[in-house]
Every structure is written in C-alpha cells, then in structure tokens.
C-alpha cells in the first residue's frame, strides 16, 4: 500500500505544476489586457485639444463678448464637429438659443452666416417667412407699465376716429391676435414702443391705426384661448346697441343728478 502512494505522489505534483503554470498564463494575459486597455485610456484621455466654453450663462439672442467664453481643454474623443478653439471665432457671433455655463460652444448655438442683426436672428426662430420685425410706438401705460417683455404674446388692439357716413366716429379693432414680442424700445421700466413680429397685412394695419389713432396691447396668458381674441369692431353703434339699449330695442336715458347751478 506504501509503495502504491508512493509511486502516484509524482502524478499530484505534476498536476499542481500544470495548474500553476495555467493560472501564471492566465494572469499574464489578464495583466496584458489591462496594460493594453489602459493605455488606450491613457492615450483617449491625454491627447486633448483647447475647446471654447461659456465662462457664464450666455443669454439667447445676445452676442458674444471676450468675457463670456473660456478655453478649456478636452478630450480629443470628445471634441464634436462645430465647436470652437479660437475666441476670435465667436466674438461679435450672436447667440439663438441659451448656453450654460461651462458649455462648450458650437455653431449649433450661434445665428447663421448673414442673419445680420439680433432682431433677425430672433425673428427666424419662428421659421415664418412672413413674418417682419416692426416697431410699434405705445404708452407706458398701453404697453401695461413695462410689465411686457421679449417672448411675451400680445393681441393687438387699434383704436381711432375714423369718417363713417361724414362724421368722424370713433373705432376699435384688435388688429393682432398672440402676437410674438421680440424687443422693447426704451426704457423697460417706461418703455416708448415694442419691436412685434407681424406679417406685412398686420404691419400696415398697425401703421394706419397708429396715425389715425393709437395702439394698445393686451398681454396673453401662457394658454390662450384664440377664438375668444376674434372679434367685430367697436363702434359708437354697436357699443349703444350693446350696453346702453334695453331689451325693447330703446335707448335708455342716462340718469346725473342735477347739481347747483
């Protein structure tokens, strides 16, 4: 029996060396792997190039100065088709929509090449051919005391004299319904008019009643109801005939007390 282990205990040693000799492979190729890995993360990571970000929130619509960006320095890999290196190649650029701060800029965000001015880059994000920037002079006290601001939505209301059957009576029309606000003229506390996006009709309408009369603008909620907005003109006529007529179709007569004399 001695003799029996004796003559397998070479066979367990040779078993145990195959399996050293395995799991020394194994970890080499394992070690091998990672090394290979790494230094392709290595070589992804640090080969970076300078990348233009915000250096603070960029408003929309606004150009660029030098002390809105910053160079930073990015991962080659990460570095996407548009952005900027050099300042200089935004500077003056005017932006369309928001970046953040410490955002990379890119051509994405930037008005395209022959926008001209803020107020045409801003108008083109509505993507309505028919629409022009045109100013519109109004009170403070029409334009609701400053409270209007670019983005907001606006009907339009035109009042004026106009000669109906050779008298001059007066009118009132709302000209434009939800109408976009891009800018404001003046002093945003007083402002003197607003820059509205209007189509050429409601342009020329806009300029009969600002000379025949004068303009107000009516501030829309977020969610509007645009049918409520359509409405017939206010005339001498129509207002008797809906506020002061009673129900037999005869006007009522206006009661003041008589005061001294």
């Not at 003799?3 to 394992?30: E, G, H, Q, V």
């Not at 005017?94 to 701060?101: F, G, Q």
């Not at 601001?149 to 434009?176: A, E, F, W």
């Not at 603008?217 to 809906?242: G, I």
């Amino acid at each position: 029996m001695l003799s029996f282990f004796n003559k397998n205990k070479p066979k367990d040693n040779n078993s145990k060396s195959r399996t050293s000799t395995y799991l020394l492979l194994m970890t080499l190729i394992a070690a091998l792997a990672a090394g290979f890995l790494g230094m392709q993360t290595i070589e992804k990571y640090t080969n970076s190039l300078p990348v233009l970000v915000a250096n603070t929130e960029i408003p929309a619509y606004t150009p660029i100065t030098e002390n809105m960006v910053t160079v930073e320095k990015y991962a080659k890999a990460d570095i996407k088709k548009g952005m900027f290196s050099n300042p200089k190649a935004v500077i003056g650029k005017v932006v369309t929509s928001k970046i953040p701060a410490n955002y990379p800029l890119s051509q994405d965000f930037l008005a395209r090449e022959g926008d001209g001015s803020i107020l045409a880059s801003n108008i083109s994000e509505f993507e309505d051919p028919k629409l022009r920037a045109v100013p519109v002079r109004v009170e403070g006290i029409n334009a609701l005391g400053g409270k209007i601001m670019p983005g907001d939505r606006v009907d339009v209301i035109g009042s004026m004299k106009l000669p109906i059957g050779g008298i001059q009576k007066p009118v009132s029309q709302t000209i434009g319904i939800r109408v976009p606000v891009l800018s404001l003229m003046g002093d945003q506390g007083s402002p003197s008019g607003v820059v509205l996006a209007l189509t050429p009709q409601q342009a020329q309408d806009v300029g009969f009643a600002e000379e025949a009369g004068q303009i107000k603008l009516s501030l829309n909620p977020y969610q509007s109801d645009v049918e409520a907005a359509k409405t017939t003109p206010t005339t001498p006529e129509s207002f008797v005939q809906k506020y002061i007529t009673n129900k037999k179709g005869e006007v009522e007569e206006v009661q003041t007390e008589v005061g001294e004399q």
